[in-house]
DNA sequence: CGCGGCATTGAGGCACATCAAACTCTGTGG
DNA sequence: CCACAGAGTTTGATGTGCCTCAATGCCGCG
């Protein structure tokens, strides 16, 4: 039922049970399917064309430049997700999107998407969910760079990026596939590549996680999770609200 | 055309061009007003009644509240906005909402919006632009808390808030109320109750913005802009993009 | 084999936190 | 009308988490 369908479908049936037509008009959203090489920026602040995407597969960041040349990494997005959303509603982009890897995404119109939710608008119920828990997640992202210390915050950074993987399975409790430097830790976390290095040598020590070699390992992820006070909740998947 | 309708469709109208049967149907989603008193929350973490509200007079913040007894306030709310839209998309709501000041706000239920969506499948993307508003928002916030230091914060903060007054008429360019306490700021901008004062003695002394007695006042409002880097852009306030 | 990107470690400094205390208001009751 | 309490603001002193600068090590790649 799920499985023949994409990631994305596959998110958005988490929230509504998708009909047969409704899924459907989901697949005709990835017509335009495009490929990107590493590095160089999809979706670029400012830019004018309205378009958004749907990833498929690789990894990509959304980030913020500062006038100092310092950067925010907003999110870290992973196949099924949705690229860019404000960037199809607004006049210009107001952030920056660059493929970490090598992606393979579709191309999303403006104009599809306000068509698809004309003809199915439990579809827009479901978009609407899909950006109201990515926004869950910028809002934990806050929480976590305003009030917790960079041991505590990293740590629940790793979980929280290891319980997205696994929902689209590519990763479990005991580990994932992580393509992330030091350096873009640092510009997510809003922490220096030095103290990045020395915060992930201490929970290696500690025995929590490690981080090395492009993968995240979790010695001990009961204990990290209570160290760390992570609580999956706002990522609120528990199967479909709206049957 | 506008100034008869709330300010919640004043805000939607900023995105959609509104026929006068949608904005019939936002209306009624005003049917259930109700007051609250300053402080006690209207919504709390983990509450399962899925209601949300259109903030009609006063002032609200939504905030998490962290194992340690602090808190990170996400963002204030002020008339014409949407209160707790992911407690109604979600099983149950992943914040807290608390009234700053005594507030009129109209309860909406999840039927009521679906139930519109369904009807003017238009509204769906107004209110999706709305809610990418609103994270355009809390993303600015996050760049601010990662990457600014405190004064540039605390500036950019009122600011902000600044422009968002004045496009409901509550603030001009030389100033704007605001009944928050130094312990409200702290906890939205992540310093501490202690540095926020030293922090808005300094801006003050620079002759920049002062905050006192409730009121903000821009002593030099170009200049501030200049010192924070404040760019509007990502209010993204410039007349319906959909006709 | 050497170069460039990334990881690692050390030393020193600063922006912020924490603790502590006084000061200012505002409202309240005697 | 004054005494008092409580909430918020202001200022000082001291401590620390993280930054910056600088150097070295590691590895894949041309």
């Known amino acids: 039922m799920t499985t023949q369908h994409t990631p994305f479908a596959r998110k958005l049936g988490a929230f509504v049970a998708l009909s047969p037509e409704e899924l459907g008009l989901l697949d005709q959203l990835h017509s335009r399917r495009r490929t990107f090489p590493a590095l160089r920026d999809m979706v670029y602040e400012g830019q004018v064309e309205r378009s958004a995407y749907i990833l498929a597969s690789g990894r990509v960041c959304s980030y913020k430049l500062l006038p100092g040349g310092t950067r925010q990494i907003v999110d870290f997005q992973i196949p099924g997700d949705f690229l860019g959303l404000r960037s ?127 993968k995240v390992i979790f010695s001990d992820f009961d204990g990290l999770v209570e160290f760390t006070e992570f609580d999956r909740h706002y990522l609120d998947h528990e199967g479909p609200l709206m049957k």
């Open 88 to 214: 199809v509603l607004f006049r210009t982009a107001d952030h920056n999107i660059e493929p970490i890897t090598r992606v393979q995404a579709s191309e999303v119109q403006a104009q599809d998407l306000l068509d698809a939710f004309n003809t199915a608008p439990r579809l827009a119920a479901a978009v609407l969910w899909a950006a109201s828990r990515d926004e869950a997640m910028v809002v934990e992202h806050l929480v976590d760079i305003g009030r917790r210390d960079a041991k505590q915050r990293m740590g629940h950074f790793l979980l929280e990026l290891g319980a997205r993987l696994k929902l689209v399975g590519l990763g479990s409790s005991d580990g994932y596939n992580c393509p992330l430097t030091q350096y873009l830790l640092a510009d997510a976390l809003g922490l220096s590549a030095v103290h990045v290095n020395r915060v992930l040598r201490e929970l290696r020590e500690d025995g929590l996680v490690s981080f090395q070699q492009g």
